[in-house]
């Protein structure tokens, strides 16, 4: 079946604009992660649902970003008032469990470049 | 604080040499733990995972890792790499003292030259 997909793919935009990223995850995967991955560093951990429960927004680093996930699928990761700092691959996974066993699949990720 | 190190940062080898990545972390209780690649232009995806039983773990690609939990890591190696092995490897942590949060390291850049 197909992987986790997320669009757009690339995005640039002025400072103190909005930004929608999106992810849709393999179908029938419960959890869904935000990653952000700045040039050589690796995944940093953003937020992540069961279903459309979000369990764990820690890693979001302040008010301007948000994430939804309302019917449990399709997710969008939510930037406020875009600023430079916030350029990097914002990427998603969806996992499957096998009891507790949890398994992440990464989707291509989205590059933002904010000017 | 709770960390997962790749202490090689970039590494170069010829075609057919042995490969060992280092990864260690530093959770305690159980842990799961994961190698994931990146080639050049694609995405993230799965090598291989060890979540319990032999600590050896075999993957794709002829890769492997060994668990040894009183060093709290879990090595990757390939006995002869190729060039299309070239890629940015991440090793990830996930377990029950990590709130089911998955942690990276800082990845590894392996080169091969043909």
């Known amino acids: 079946g197909a992987g986790v997909s997320q669009s757009p793919r690339y995005k640039v935009t002025k400072r103190g604009q909005d930004v929608a990223l999106r992810c849709d995850p393999i179908?029938?995967?419960?959890?869904l992660y935000w990653y952000r991955q700045a040039l050589g560093q690796g995944p940093e951990f953003l937020t992540y649902?069961?279903?459309?429960?979000?369990?764990?927004k820690s890693g979001l680093p302040n008010d301007r970003f948000s994430a939804e996930r309302p019917e449990g699928s399709i997710s969008t990761l939510t930037i406020q008032r875009t600023e430079q700092r916030d350029s990097a691959m914002y990427r998603c996974?969806?996992?499957?469990?096998?009891?507790?066993?949890?398994?992440?699949?990464f989707g291509p990720g989205t590059r933002l470049l904010v000017l | 604080a709770q960390s997962v190190s790749q202490h090689n940062h970039h590494v170069i080898l010829s075609e057919a040499a042995s490969l060992e990545l280092g990864c260690n972390y530093s959770?305690?209780?159980?842990?799961?733990l994961f190698w994931y690649v990146q080639y050049p232009g694609q995405h993230l995806q799965l090598l291989l995972k060890?979540?319990?039983?032999?600590?050896l773990v075999k993957g794709i690609k002829g890769f492997e890792a060994e668990f040894i939990k009183s060093k709290f890591s879990f090595n990757l190696r390939k006995p002869s790499v190729q060039w299309s092995d070239t890629a940015e490897y991440f090793c990830?942590?996930?377990?029950?003292?990590?709130?089911?949060?998955?942690?990276f390291g800082t990845g590894t850049s392996l080169t091969v030259i043909p």
């Open positions: 060890y979540f319990s039983g032999d600590p």
């Open positions: 649902f069961n279903y459309e429960a979000q369990q764990d």
């Open positions: 959770y305690g209780g159980t842990v799961n």
């Open positions: 996974a969806s996992s499957r469990w096998h009891g507790t066993q949890e398994t992440q699949y």
């Open positions: 179908s029938g995967h419960v959890s």
């Open positions: 990830a942590v996930n377990g029950a003292n990590t709130g089911n949060q998955f942690y």
